[in-house]
Nanobody, 121 residues
């Protein structure tokens, strides 16, 4: 049974930082690209960032480039999302997900339950 469990969310002031992590189990972790998505209140879920199966490639949404950094630890089966210079517009529930492909449009096979990140102004 595949499980993805996000942690690290919580209330933060604008300009602050958070580091999200996602404990992955039940899958061959180093075969999957790992992505982070977010869903703000009243909006559709949107792509944030993705890291390839071996960490060699990354991609980001324009809205977070230069502020967020995605990484992964294949020894511990954990992807991370370091979020710096947070803005109120980053307020959302953040989800990690696993996919066998890296390119845009790839279908993600597994999803976590999400962690809330409220950013106060």
């Amino acid at each position: 049974q595949v499980q993805l469990v996000e942690s690290g969310g919580g209330l933060v002031q604008a300009g602050g930082s958070l580091n999200l992590s996602c404990a992955a189990s039940g899958l061959t972790f180093n075969k999957y690209a790992m992505g982070w998505f977010r869903q703000a209140p009243g909006k559709e879920r949107e792509f944030v960032a993705v890291v390839s199966f071996n960490g060699g490639r990354t991609d980001y949404a324009d809205a977070v480039k230069g502020r967020f950094t995605i990484s992964r630890d294949n020894a511990d089966n954990v992807p991370y999302l370091q979020m710096d210079r947070l803005k109120p517009g980053d307020t959302a529930v953040y989800y990690c997900a696993a996919a066998l492909g890296f390119l845009p449009g790839t279908a993600y096979d597994y999803w976590g339950q999400g962690t809330q990140v409220p950013v106060s102004s």
